[in-house]
């Protein structure tokens, strides 16, 4: 059912339409202040979440410059900290997995 068909049946059932404008209205300003308010707390979200660490030397690698590059979920880093490549699956599970490394 789309809008002007829902118009029409409010209409007919003898809905002030002036009301159902007012309270789309109220309704549509609630729901960009919600909207404006997730892109606030999404300010806060850009924070680190995730941490992957180096094999080798325990190194965290998300936050220390340490991306090659992402394939498909499969995500390359090389440690800053002692050189060593690892891969690790983004994509199979809620956390990333090591998946391997690179001699």
Do not use: H, R, W
């Amino acid at each position: 059912m789309n809008l002007k068909d829902i118009l029409n049946k409010l209409k007919e059932s003898g809905v002030d339409l002036k009301l159902v404008g007012e309270i789309a209205k109220a309704f549509n300003y609630s729901y960009i202040s919600g909207y404006e308010d997730s892109k606030k707390d999404n300010v806060k979200l850009n924070n680190q979440s995730c941490f992957c660490y180096c094999p080798n030397c325990n190194n965290e690698l998300c936050g220390t410059n340490s991306f090659i590059s992402d394939i498909d979920g499969i995500v390359t880093y090389e440690c800053s900290k002692c050189g060593e490549v690892s891969k690790f699956d983004f994509s199979i599970a809620p956390v990333p997995i090591l998946i391997g490394k690179e001699e």
